[in-house]
């Protein structure tokens, strides 16, 4: 894979979703924070698009921070889950969708 096939996979990921600005009233500015950002692979965030938090707003940033590093461990274990189940049906498929010889 060329490195540039490489940078079209590349997303970044709100590791707090931005989602929460609206239904939880968190500051956009923290959210939008480079501490809230990661780069991850467009799969995993695909995968990561139904995640939510719902911890109550941080009364401040270093609260938020200590948030982000949980919410990116859930994360870690919730993707890593979904790609359990993503690779167990793509064997599936393929096992069956290949004519034998």
Known sequence: ???????LDLSVDHVVPRN??????????????????R???RACNEFL??????DAVPTDLGS???????TLEAKREWVMRRHVSERAWYDE???????SP
Do not use: H
């Open 39 to 41: 780069t991850c692979c």
């Open 64 to 70: 938020f921070v200590a948030l982000v590093a949980a």
């Open 93 to 99: 498929w393929m096992s069956s969708s290949i004519p």
């Open 1 to 7: 894979m060329s490195s540039y096939e490489a940078w």
């Open 49 to 54: 698009n139904q995640f939510k938090v719902a």
């Open 20 to 37: 929460v600005v609206k239904r939880l009233g968190y500051p956009i500015e923290w959210v939008e924070d480079l501490v809230n950002l």
